[in-house]
């Protein structure tokens, strides 16, 4: 089993910035996949971006350029910063973790951008 643990979400005005972390315990094998989800009422949840356990990371389109996701794998832990935050970035965010034939899911962390 994997538990996830999402923080950093909370209230911003537009256009500033946010760092949102993940951090990952129990059986966590060295292969595996991480990212971040986003869900906002009524729609179903989108890919944000993800990145493996090289570093190597991918973005939706809406995140590329504005978001940078990292990770930690001394520390299981994986970061999304997020720069230049719009109206339309409000939502509850979602890291996840995927071995390859399971995937795990953070309880959520919630972003509003408001002014």
């Known amino acids: 089993q994997v538990q996830l643990e999402e923080s950093g979400g909370g209230l911003v005005q537009p256009g500033g910035s946010l760092r949102l972390s993940c951090a990952a315990s129990g059986s966590i094998t060295s292969v595996n996949i991480m990212g971040w989800y986003r869900q906002t009422p009524g729609k179903e949840r989108e890919f944000v971006a993800r990145?493996?356990?090289?570093?190597?990371?991918s973005y939706a389109d809406p995140a590329r350029g504005r978001f940078t996701i990292s990770r930690d794998n001394a520390k299981d832990t994986m970061s999304l910063q997020i720069d230049s935050l719009k109206f339309e970035d409000t939502a509850v965010y979602y890291c996840?973790?995927?071995?390859?034939?399971?995937?795990?899911w953070g309880q959520g962390t919630q972003v509003t951008v408001s002014s």
């Open positions: 990145i493996s356990y090289g570093g190597s990371a």
């Open positions: 996840y973790l995927d071995t390859g034939s399971r995937r795990y």
